[in-house]
């Protein structure tokens, strides 16, 4: 089965431009979760998504919006970057959502760098 | 406040060595709680998690957790550590107070020396 598959691995942006970030989960799963991890500020979670519909949102600015596909197939979307949006922005699927403690799949991160 | 304490930011241990990694947790009711290693430049992948019943979990890669209502916490431990189990290891949980998200600690590093 193939696993939780993020495009593009590695991006380079400058300040002010916009940003989307792809996942797809495994097949099957229906609940897809965002997160960006940072040296200084660690793992943080953006938000999950669960058949469509935004189940649950981190402390993050409007900046950051995301959507789910019929699918199961996540984005994400940074508008107006600023330097400090540069991280690694992981994505994982569960069959559940997190709130039925279903295990998350990780995928290998979209590595984002603002200049 | 919520949250997942891992005290530790750095630990370095011998191959064949035992290894325990703390991680005590802040809310105000027994959370889902789990273990996640990430391996440089990839994901998370799940070691062990504990929802309720025996405290003691066993995992994969020869890993278990113990988990300590007393002292709110819950310690990764393994026996004999290998050299690929170098990594960065992260506790998180899942709480009905916190709405269901999983929020991690902010990890320990672990480094093995031959």
């Known amino acids: 089965k193939a696993g939780v598959t993020q495009t593009p691995r590695y991006l380079i942006k400058t300040r002010g431009q916009q940003v989307t970030l792809s996942c797809s989960p495994i097949?099957?799963?229906?609940?897809v979760s965002w997160y960006q991890q940072t040296p200084g500020q660690g793992l943080q979670f953006l938000f999950e998504?669960?058949?469509?519909?935004?189940?649950n949102k981190g402390n993050f600015p409007g900046r950051f919006s995301g959507r789910q596909f019929s699918n199961s197939r996540s984005e994400m979307n940074v508008s107006t970057l600023e330097l400090g949006d540069s991280a690694l922005y992981l994505c994982?699927?569960?069959?559940?959502?997190?709130?039925?403690?279903?295990?998350?799949?990780f995928g290998e991160g979209s590595r984002l760098t603002v200049l | 406040a919520q949250s997942v304490t891992q005290p530790d930011i750095h630990i370095t241990v011998s191959e064949g060595a035992s290894l325990e990694l703390r991680c005590n947790y802040s809310?105000?009711?027994?959370?889902?709680l789990f273990w996640y290693v990430q391996s440089p430049g990839q994901g998370l992948q799940l070691l062990l998690k504990?929802?309720?019943?025996?405290?003691l979990v066993q995992g994969i890669k020869g890993f278990e957790a113990e988990f300590k209502r007393s002292q709110s916490s819950f310690n990764l431990r393994k026996p004999s550590v290998h050299w690929s189990d170098a990594a960065e290891y992260f506790c998180?949980?899942?709480?009905?107070?916190?709405?269901?998200?999983?929020?991690f600690g902010a990890g320990t590093t672990v480094t093995v020396r031959a």
């Open positions: 994982a699927s569960s069959f559940e959502s997190t709130g039925g403690t279903g295990e998350l799949f």
């Open positions: 097949s099957g799963h229906r609940s």
């Open positions: 998504y669960f058949s469509e519909t935004q189940r």
């Open positions: 809310y105000g009711a027994t959370p889902y």
């Open positions: 504990y929802f309720s019943g025996d405290t």
């Open positions: 998180a949980v899942v709480a009905r107070s916190n709405d269901y998200k999983l929020s």
